[in-house]
């Protein structure tokens, strides 16, 4: 196998050209692309030899950091003893089974039964189906339809891209999966609240308006980030998710929280509706599971949903081949064991309030910075064209783009969502390093809008 060593980048991308489809697939675009070769902790080294801190950690996942030796042998050892098994009904394994039990003790004190994915967008699909059936045995087969949010992102398997509240997603695809009903985001730079009632609420009362508008009698579910990621880190309201739990409570709507970025100490709690003192009914999750070394997700379910599902008839006939695999299920476990015993999911609390705190003190003056917002581990720079307004430049200038060129330069690469520039680095990041991102993001913003 060749190595980058031996092989230039130009060729490596050659080759990348002539036989790969990426995600979100641009040829035009992936022309002057990275290749990976190695990370470290926070830090990523390019086929060329260059070193970038991991501003995403890989796609929000890389929770522990790059190269943990400890996860590469606890997959090991799961492959040379039991390498797959089937998950279905009749079989099962000691690391699914550990793996379940573990969640109950991290997870929201009623959700204690799990069912084991290969990622989101699996999880997606799982919480749909899950709702879907639980209706049916609770007698009400009508309550099909799920409500999402403008901004949310759930995956792109084609009933998950019907959730997701991203347009771009959709139009190569059309027409998405009936049945997905879209509310505005809480998003507190822009969401509009009228005189009297605090933004939260507001931003909340759109779930009960669409409800009321749908049928309380044809609504299975409400998704929803605690913090929106790829829509541009957007933390809500303090009162938003007491209000949403209120709300579905009183229609008989399952509130299900997507926490496949912001489970597993992303945010600063082990789950993200922790912030707000708010249970679900059901949670999804996958990347922070295993810090992304192995394709795993799942959801989680309330004991009163276990409950109703047990002894039912007819039965529950969902399932994938790699549900409980066992090596995913091991390095999960090994993962968990990271993130307890190096304090990971308050060290996120402490270093995102650092992080935060840096860009604000390094942009947020900048007239085409509009907000500097996050949570934990999770932080966003909302550039604007007017500070005053709030109006965005035309996409066609691309400023998001020119920013992230800028900060690759000077060694930091992460993704963006137009204007916003996104970032999440693992939770290791070491405070120099943290200094060493605001410092970039403090050059690579004047640097394409002028000082």
Same mark, same amino acid.
């Given at each position: ?17 002539? /036989? ?20 470290? =902790? ?6 060329? =030899? ?34 797959? +098994?089937?998950? &279905? ?18 997870? &929201? $004190? ?23 059936? &639980? ?18 992102? /759930? ?15 959709? %139009?190569?695809?059309? %027409?998405? !999966?009936?049945?997905?009903? /879209?509310?505005?985001? $809480? ?48 933390? $809500?309201?303090?009162?938003?998710? %007491? ?9 008989? !709507? ?65 399932? &994938? ?7 995913? +299920? ?39 910075? =509009? ?7 999770? +932080? ?13 430049? $035309? ?24 204007? !916003? ?15 060493? !991102? ?7 913003? %004047? ?5």
């Amino acid at each position: 196998m060749a190595t980058a060593s031996a092989t230039s980048k130009s060729e490596l991308l050659a080759r990348d050209l002539a /036989h790969l489809i990426h995600p979100l697939h641009a040829p035009a675009l992936h022309k002057s692309a990275h290749v990976w070769i190695r990370g470290e =902790g926070a830090r990523l080294i390019d086929a060329d =030899g260059k070193e970038y801190i991991d501003g995403l950690s890989g796609l929000w996942n890389v929770n522990v950091g790059h190269g943990r030796k400890e996860l590469a042998q606890a997959a090991y050892d799961q492959m040379a003893t039991l390498g797959y +098994c089937s998950g &279905y009904t009749g079989s099962s394994n000691l690391a699914a089974i550990e793996l379940a039990e573990r969640l109950s003790s991290w997870t &929201y $004190p009623s959700i204690n039964r799990f069912f084991f994915t290969s990622g989101g967008g699996e999880s997606s699909d799982s919480s749909f189906k899950t709702a879907r059936y &639980y209706w049916r045995l609770k007698g009400k087969p009508g309550k099909t339809k799920v409500i999402s949010r403008q901004w949310g992102y /759930h995956g792109v398997t084609l009933a998950a891209m019907s959730a997701t509240g991203i347009a771009s997603y959709w %139009p190569m695809f059309e %027409p998405r !999966v009936p049945g997905f009903v /879209h509310i505005p985001s $809480p998003y507190p730079y822009r969401y509009q609240a009228a005189a009297g009632v605090s933004q939260g609420v507001a931003a909340a009362n759109e779930l009960e308006k669409a409800i009321q508008k749908e049928g309380a009698d044809t609504v299975a579910m409400f998704l929803a980030e605690p913090v929106q990621g790829a829509g541009g880190v957007i933390p $809500p309201q303090d009162d938003y998710f %007491p209000r949403i739990r209120e709300i579905c409570t009183q229609y008989d !709507v399952l509130l299900v929280s997507d926490e496949v970025i912001t489970g597993f100490g992303r945010t600063g709690t082990k789950f993200g509706l922790e912030h707000w003192g708010v249970e679900p009914d059901m949670i999804q999750f996958a990347k922070g599971i295993t810090s992304g070394y192995f394709p795993l997700g799942g959801i989680g379910i309330s004991d009163q949903i276990a409950k109703t599902m047990d002894g039912a008839d007819p039965v529950w006939m969902h399932a &994938y081949t790699y549900s409980s695999h066992p090596v995913g +299920c091991r390095v999960a476990l090994a993962n968990m064991d990271i993130l307890e015993r190096e304090g990971l999911v308050s060290e996120a609390k402490r270093k995102g309030k650092k992080l935060l705190d840096g860009l604000r003190s390094a942009v947020a003056s900048h007239p085409h910075v =509009g907000d500097v917002r996050g949570l934990g581990m999770m +932080c966003a720079v909302e550039i604007v064209k007017d500070k005053a307004t709030k109006e965005e430049y $035309p996409a066609a200038d691309k400023v998001g783009a020119r920013v992230h060129e800028e900060t690759q330069k000077r060694g930091l690469f992460s993704r963006h969502r137009g204007d !916003v520039f996104l970032l999440a680095p693992p939770l290791v990041t070491t405070d120099a390093e943290i200094d060493r !991102v605001v410092n970039i993001m403090g050059e690579s913003v %004047p640097a394409v809008l002028g000082s």
